[in-house]
Nanobody
C-alpha cells in the first residue's frame, strides 16, 4: 500500500504563488506516474498535471499551462506543484495521486493512490 500526504496549501492573493508538496510512503516501488488533480466547490475533480517516473513526460491541463510546474524528487519520494500567477478560479482542494501504470494519464479513475487533499484559496 502507498500513503500520500499533501502540504503547502493555504490562502494567497491573485497573482501570487504557492508550492504544493506530496510525500509518498509505503510500497513506493509501485509508483510510476505522479499527478495532481483539483476539485472546486460544486464541480467535478479535474486533472491539473502529471509527470512520468523519469520526468521525461509531463502533461498539463490547458487552464494551468504556463503558470504551473510539476516536478518530482525520486530519492525523496516526493513531487511538487509550483503554482504561479494564481487566479481566483484556481481555488480548489488539490489532490496528489500516484499511478502504478507507466503511461502518463489524465483521468482520475485510472490513478491507484490518493492523498487526502489540501485547500488552496486564491482571494483578495
Amino acid at each position: 500500500q502507498v500513503q500520500l500526504a499533501e502540504s503547502g496549501g493555504g490562502l494567497v492573493q491573485p497573482g501570487g504563488s504557492l508550492r504544493l508538496s506530496c510525500a509518498a510512503s509505503g510500497s513506493i516501488f509501485n509508483i510510476n506516474v505522479m499527478g495532481w488533480f483539483r476539485q472546486a466547490p460544486g464541480k467535478e475533480r479535474e486533472f491539473v498535471a502529471a509527470i512520468s517516473r523519469s520526468g521525461g513526460v509531463i502533461y498539463y491541463a490547458d487552464s494551468v499551462k504556463g503558470r504551473f510546474t510539476i516536478s518530482r524528487d525520486n530519492p525523496k519520494n516526493a513531487w511538487y506543484l509550483q503554482m504561479n500567477s494564481l487566479k481566483p478560479e484556481d481555488t480548489a482542494v488539490y489532490y496528489c495521486a500516484a499511478d502504478r501504470n507507466l503511461i502518463v494519464r489524465t483521468i482520475d479513475a485510472e490513478y491507484d493512490y490518493w492523498g487526502q487533499g489540501i485547500q488552496v484559496t486564491v482571494s483578495s
